[in-house]
T-cell receptor, first 114, second 113 residues
Framework: KAGVTQTPRYLIKTRGQQVTLSCSPI?????VSWYQQTPGQGLQFLFE???????NKGNFPGRFSGRQFSNSRSEMNVSTLELGDSALYLC?????????????FGPGTRLTVL | GEDVEQSLFLSVREGDSSVINCTYT??????LYWYKQEPGAGLQLLTY?????DMKQDQRLTVLLNKKDKHLSLRIADTQTGDSAIYFC?????????????FGTGTQLKVEL
C-alpha cells in the first residue's frame, strides 16, 4: 500500500500570494488531517476532513482553508501569505475508527514565504 | 486547556536507556501516542497506549502512564544512534465525530557514541 503523499515537497512564495497544497491519503482512508509545524509553535492542528466535510478545525485565521474530494484527496489553501506562514505542513490520513485512530503522516510540504 | 508539555532536549550515550517524559492536561484523552520525527521527514508512529492502561511494552520501547498525574513516559532500551530524532507525545480526544491529536512540544534526543 502506498503511503500518504504530499505535493509539492518544497515551495517558495512571496508575501501576499496564495498557495495550494495537496495530500493523497492511503487508499481506503477517509479522514485527512492537516498540521502546521514551526520551530516556535510546534505542531498545531489546522483541520480535519471526513467524507468531503470539515469535521474539526483548529485556531487558525480564515486565510487557511481546505477541502476534500470524493476520492478522499485533500487540498489546503493559504491566501494572502504572511512571513509567519513559513512552516512544514503535514497531512495525515486515518481509517476513522473511534478510539485508536492511528494517523499516518506524509513527508510534508516545506513552505517558505519571502 | 490542551497543553502537552515535554522537555526540549535529552542526550544519552549509545547503549544506555533513554526516558522521555510528557505531561498532558486533558483527563478525557482516550489514547496517548508517541511519534518519532527524523530530519526532513514526517512523523512515524512508534507506539500508543489506551488511557486505562498503566504500561505497554513493545520490543525496546516501554510506555508508562500515570493517569492521576497525567504523566506519560517513553523508555527506549539500549539506545542506538539511529534513535536520534525528535519525539512527540500526543493525546487523542473524541471531538466532532472524529479524533483530534494534540501534540507536545517535542523532545530532541541525541545519542552520543
Amino acid at each position: 500500500k502506498a503511503g500518504v503523499t504530499q505535493t509539492p515537497r518544497y515551495l517558495i512564495k512571496t508575501r501576499g500570494q496564495q498557495v495550494t497544497l495537496s495530500c493523497s491519503p492511503i487508499s481506503g482512508h477517509r479522514s485527512v488531517s492537516w498540521y502546521q509545524q514551526t520551530p516556535g509553535q510546534g505542531l498545531q492542528f489546522l483541520f480535519e476532513y471526513f467524507s468531503e466535510t470539515q469535521r474539526n478545525k483548529g485556531n487558525f485565521p480564515g486565510r487557511f482553508s481546505g477541502r476534500q474530494f470524493s476520492n478522499s484527496r485533500s487540498e489546503m489553501n493559504v491566501s494572502t501569505l504572511e512571513l509567519g506562514d513559513s512552516a512544514l505542513y503535514l497531512c495525515a490520513s486515518s481509517l476513522n475508527q473511534r478510539g485508536h485512530n492511528e494517523q499516518f503522516f506524509g513527508p510534508g510540504t516545506r513552505l517558505t514565504v519571502l | 486547556g490542551e497543553d502537552v508539555e515535554q522537555s526540549l532536549f535529552l542526550s544519552v550515550r549509545e547503549g544506555d536507556s533513554s526516558v522521555i517524559n510528557c505531561t498532558y492536561t486533558d483527563s478525557s484523552s482516550t489514547y496517548l501516542y508517541w511519534y518519532k520525527q527524523e530530519p526532513g521527514a514526517g512523523l512515524q508512529l512508534l507506539t500508543y497506549i489506551f488511557s486505562n492502561m498503566d504500561m505497554k511494552q513493545d520490543q525496546r520501547l516501554t510506555v508508562l502512564l500515570n493517569k492521576k498525574d497525567k504523566h506519560l513516559s517513553l523508555r527506549i532500551a539500549d539506545t542506538q544512534t539511529g534513535d536520534s530524532a525528535i519525539y512527540f507525545c500526543a493525546e487523542s480526544r473524541l471531538t466532532g465525530g472524529g479524533n483530534k491529536l494534540t501534540f507536545g512540544t517535542g523532545t530532541q534526543l541525541k545519542v552520543e557514541l
